[in-house]
């Protein structure tokens, strides 16, 4: 009998409650909007969607939020893996009620679970130029094995010099495109955070690179864009990563997430920086002329950079933890 599992009813602590809200506070999101909100019932915490935050010019069909959420879930599990609990996952059905986590019998984590977990607290995102240093062999193999979590996502790195002047090609008139889309250019300048404010949310204007490949990932007014040449020098120079999945429902858009948050914590638990592009996939041309030729079609999901970081960067400040949770959520 002393060797049969049993379930642990009781409810979460107050003390497990939060350290799972300041793991999942601490997921990267598209804009800093921190799309999300949790209940938790007895032993099971569940994650949903917020639907009133939603940067309609940049993220129109809410792909973007749902990576985001996706991140968050990742951030979930690994807190909840920390705290000693198997971590037990069950998808919902309703697209705002996303999905729920049951912490049941014991399971101590592993190191890798417990490595992510701690690098939670220190990643941050990237936008500026890395220095010279390449990413080395050993790990982008290991930032690879991360984003390729599941079984639906695909990941590859972006290579040789025909690779890159493609992807440049691509980047640079995604960046044209929404440097001169003023709706675009309104709705992102007031998601940039003044720094004279406390309000949470936002991008830090610090933050933003203004020239270089993390700088067009995210184009602003200032952003100046350079020559197809020069760009893809960069992408040469840089580790690009990008994840795909075969479908474009809201499951892949959750498995983009934990892929892509999984290869950033590994990331930075290796001392590397990394930044997020998704801007440009918002553009059904970008994202088509990413598919490799000739092979089974996948949807793309996210760029990703990673280097050694050559300055610190500022990071982006959350809600109150308190507001993180709603039982009733919209």
């Not at 930032?143 to 090609?169: F, K, M, V």
């Not at 675009?184 to 406390?198: H, K, M, N, V």
């Not at 990703?304 to 919209?330: C, K, Q």
Request: proline share 7%; with cysteine.
């Amino acid at each position: 009998m002393d060797d049969i599992e049993r379930v642990d009813d009781r409810p979460w602590s107050p003390e497990e409650v939060a350290t799972i809200a300041r793991a999942v506070n601490r997921a990267p999101s598209v804009h800093n909007t921190q799309p999300w909100s949790l209940s938790v019932h007895d032993r099971v915490v569940e994650l949903h969607q917020r639907d009133d935050i939603a940067p309609s010019q940049y993220d129109p069909e809410g792909r973007d939020r749902l990576i985001s959420c996706g991140a968050a879930l990742t951030n979930l599990v690994l807190a909840i893996r920390e705290l000693g609990w198997r971590a037990e996952l069950a998808f919902g059905d309703d697209p705002r009620q996303l999905a729920s986590v049951t912490g049941s019998t014991r399971l101590p984590p592993s190191e890798a679970e417990l490595q992510r977990y701690e690098a939670i607290a220190h990643r941050a995102s990237h936008r500026r130029p890395f220095d010279s240093r390449p990413v080395s062999g050993p790990d982008e193999e290991a930032l690879l094995s991360a984003a390729e979590c599941l079984p639906s996502l695909r990941a590859r790195w972006i290579t040789g010099s025909e690779e890159a002047l493609h992807l440049a090609r691509l980047l640079t008139y995604a960046a044209r495109v929404q440097h001169a889309d003023e709706y675009y250019q309104r709705e992102l300048a007031s998601w940039i955070a003044d720094p004279t404010e406390s309000k949470p949310g936002g991008v830090p204007a610090k933050a933003l690179g203004t020239q270089g490949l993390g700088a067009v990932g995210l184009v602003s007014g200032s952003t100046h864009v350079p020559d197809e040449a020069w760009l893809a020098a960069r992408v040469e120079a840089e580790s690009v990563l990008l994840l795909s999945t075969p479908d474009d429902g809201v499951r892949a858009h959750l498995d983009a997430g934990a892929a892509l948050q999984n290869a950033w914590l590994e990331a930075t638990h290796r001392a590397l920086g990394a930044s997020v592009m998704t801007q440009c996939l918002q553009l059904d041309e970008v994202r088509e002329g990413l598919a490799q030729p000739g092979h089974q079609p996948d949807s793309i999901q996210a760029l990703m950079r990673f280097g050694h970081p050559a300055t610190i960067v500022p990071r982006s400040t959350r809600r109150p933890l308190e507001e993180i949770f709603n039982d009733n959520p919209r």
